[in-house]
């Protein structure tokens, strides 16, 4: 059965004219008149009592009326749903991550959503906190992937704990702790650190965790490449998330 011809039906009988029924339906009347006289064809009974003067439903009209109207909510409902499933499936997402802090989680987060909603199209942005923060309070990301962050910062966003990060620490050969099988933080404690430039990374990754876990310690400051090689002469350790990028000496 065509739901228009119940659309057409229910209309007809919340006005109980032919005439304006049939322009609401842009339809000419004759034409709305057949496709009512087929309803009751299919129903095999007299929906109207129509004469000179009025239009009036019979008993079967008035359930008919009740009940298709249910029938007829739902089903714009639910092409209503359906619709936006669509558009979500072929839709778009923006996401924001934290550079190498949390690049082997955006590795697996990319095939897992792959996986599951292969239709979507996924921009990737590699930027710092300040940035990604304010690309999505500004609506340019969906979401961003971040790490030790103090959630008073999320004033105005949601956000969720979704894994923790390892960390590993790089010490020259003749370090004490270098024949570790793991260490602890306690361990570092009076060591002295090396950490990225504030000047270019004025929201380090490094610096942030050693805040986070009270690390009692010495920042000393260089640039990324500097940092590896400073290690390499022993003036300290530096403090990595578990499965950085690749860094060489340069």
């Known amino acids: 059965m065509d739901v228009n011809r119940l659309k057409e039906f229910i209309v007809l009988a919340d006005c109980l004219n032919y005439s304006k029924a049939a322009n609401q339906l842009y339809l000419t009347q004759p034409v709305l008149s057949r496709h009512i006289h087929d309803l009751e064809e299919t129903f095999g009974a007299q929906l109207f009592v129509r004469d000179t003067h009025k239009v009036e439903l019979t008993d079967i009209g008035r359930l008919a009326a009740d009940e298709l109207s249910s029938v007829v909510n739902a089903y714009d ?22 550079g190498q802090a949390v690049k082997p989680f955006i590795t697996q987060f990319t095939h897992y959503f792959k996986d599951r909603h292969p239709l979507i199209k996924t921009d990737y942005l590699a930027s710092n906190l300040d940035l990604l923060i304010d690309a999505v309070n500004n609506d340019e990301l969906d979401l961003a992937f971040i790490t030790h962050l103090d959630t008073a910062m999320f004033k105005n966003l949601a956000y969720r704990h979704v894994m923790d990060d390892k960390l590993c620490v790089i010490v020259p050969v003749a370090h004490r702790l270098y024949n570790r099988d793991s260490i602890s933080i306690r361990d570092l404690d009076s060591e002295p650190m090396i950490a990225f430039n504030p000047e270019t990374n004025p929201r380090a990754v490094s610096r942030k965790t050693v805040q986070k876990i009270q690390l009692q310690t010495e920042c000393g400051a260089y640039s990324q490449q500097c940092g590896l090689r400073s290690v390499l002469h022993q003036c300290g350790f530096r403090l990595l998330h578990h499965s950085p990028a690749p860094v060489r000496p340069g």
């Open 77 to 98: 409902a639910a092409i209503h749903k359906i619709k936006q499933a669509c558009a979500t499936a072929n839709g778009s997402i923006r996401v924001g991550f934290l």
